[in-house]
């Protein structure tokens, strides 16, 4: 009698969960796999991968990209330490605003930060992309190790120097190998965001320095050469599940190390100023390409002006626009809001089921859970030009065809944002007390019931800060958007870059005062994310 009463409801939260699971790998099919798998078959049955992947240039290109993203990760990682040690150990008035600002430059439109450092490096070459893509990722390496080091135990410090150890002989021997998990957690993501590095390259590339990104836009853009296009896209994909997979062993570590104890901040102490004089300096040189930047839009060969905003609004001379600036803020805008609440259904609902596939018992199904959250982060992976053009080569076989919807260039851009949301919600949903949640369900309440009255009020600030985090990317969204985006309706990245390839001082001043405006509603946007709490989990969860 047992075993029948309570077979039925065992039953039912695992069809529920099945249709759950349905809508997120449903998605995650029609709009990822089917394009890529699309646009990479076309290739193979265009001949010549054989060719492509003999070709010494095709390995120069993949060791440049592995090599550039290296040396990026080793910067970002040597940066971003100082910074942790502020966060997570220091007590000091505007430490809160210090949180805010490291997270700016991650969240920043790659066209933003590719302008900013061109403003001090005109002539590109592979240092400003290298200090480019590590000045994006510091944030991801303060505070995913900040968010462990601040729940340390200060226990076992405390006894490596009660035997006499110097606080860097503390340091090297207890702290760091406690933090390695984190560290190697951040380094894998920060490679993957580095070695998938398309505006920033393109920008600072030019025709002399090529990433396998940038040449897959080549090739399949410029060429047409989907033979080469594909070959390409195997090799990165290769990259990338390899980095997915340490990343997501060194995140299993991170959170059964991040339980052990607590750290109190507290001023710092003796040589600890030192540490904090570095981290002051790694904020310094965040801010001086955003300073660059704004003194650039206003630099003229006449002096100061403000004639690029005045063209931006279309009260001053035209650009090479065929809007305004303001018609382009406001597509992104629209763009944005769309992908948005797309990527936080989609992404909610992946979050909901991984969180109950990882409290089964089953172990099956826990594994399930770790290949599903592995497969979710792809998306950040694979080149958005092979999304792009898989789009227009498959999307007219569903009813309507998308290749001509307005909603083309937001679905692109929700596959990059989903992954985000889902690391953001993921860890919050996992936190709610699972007792809460049973004492719901045995005093009646249906599991929609226990979503709403129980996870929902627990986890709404968080949700709200994700919806917020990912709408500053998809404002900023690039890759698969100047490849989407049409020419009368470009988003303001897109319109961005169509200035900086026109000639004109005119124009060069437009493309500046329109990164300006994007820097200043992503400062924005991110003051209120870690206003509503994400500093909890956000970037520090990846």
Known sequence: MTTKATAPPRTARGLGLALLGLAPIGFLVVFFAWPVVAIVGRGFAAGGLGEVLGDPRTWQLAGFTVGSAAASTAVAVVAGLPVAFLLARVRLPGVGLVRTLVLVPFVLPTVVVGLAFRALWPDGGVLPIVLANAFFNVAVVARTVAGLWARLDA?????????????????????????????ASAAAVVFLFCATSFGVVLILGGARYRTLETEIY??????????????????????????????????????????????RARRPQGGEWWVVGVAGVVLALLVTPIVALLAESLSTEDGWSFAGYRAL?????????????????LNSLKVAIDATLLAMVVGVLASVVLVALRRS??????????????????????????????????????????????????????LVIIPLVVRMVLPVLRSVDVRLRQAASTLGASPLR?????????????????????????????????????????????????????????????????????????VLAVALIDRLGAARGGVGEF
Do not use: H
């Open 313 to 329: 609004t279309g009260t001053g001379e035209k650009g090479a626009l065929q809007v305004s600036g303001w018609d382009a803020a």
């Open 218 to 263: 080549l090739r399949t853009v410029d060429l047409l050469d989907l033979s080469g296009a594909a070959a390409l896209s195997l090799i990165q994909f290769a990259a990338v599940v390899a980095a997915l997979v340490l990343g997501g062993l060194a995140r299993r570590r991170k959170e059964s190390a991040a339980r052990i104890g607590s750290i």
């Open 361 to 414: 018992p089953a172990r099956a199904a826990r594994g399930l859970g770790e290949t599903m959250d592995a497969v979710l982060m792809l998306p950040l992976g694979v080149s958005a030009v092979t999304v792009g053009f898989g789009y227009l080569v498959t999307l007219d076989a569903l009813p309507g065809d998308l290749r001509t919807s307005p909603y083309l260039v937001p679905l692109a851009q929700a």
């Open 450 to 522: 226990v979503w709403r009255e129980i996870d929902l009020p627990l986890t709404l600030r968080p949700l709200v800060a994700a919806a917020g985090f990912g709408f500053v990317v998809a404002l900023g969204e690039f890759g698969a958007t100047s490849f989407l985006a049409r020419p009368s309706a470009p988003t303001l990245p897109v319109a961005v870059a169509t200035l900086m390839a026109r000639p004109g001082e005119l124009n060069n001043q437009m493309a500046y005062a329109a990164c300006a405006l994007l820097m200043l509603v992503t």
């Open 155 to 183: 226990r076992t410090t405390d006894a490596a120097r009660a035997l006499g150890a110097s606080p860097w002989r503390a340091f090297r021997s207890v702290t760091l190998p406690a933090l390695a998990p984190a560290i």
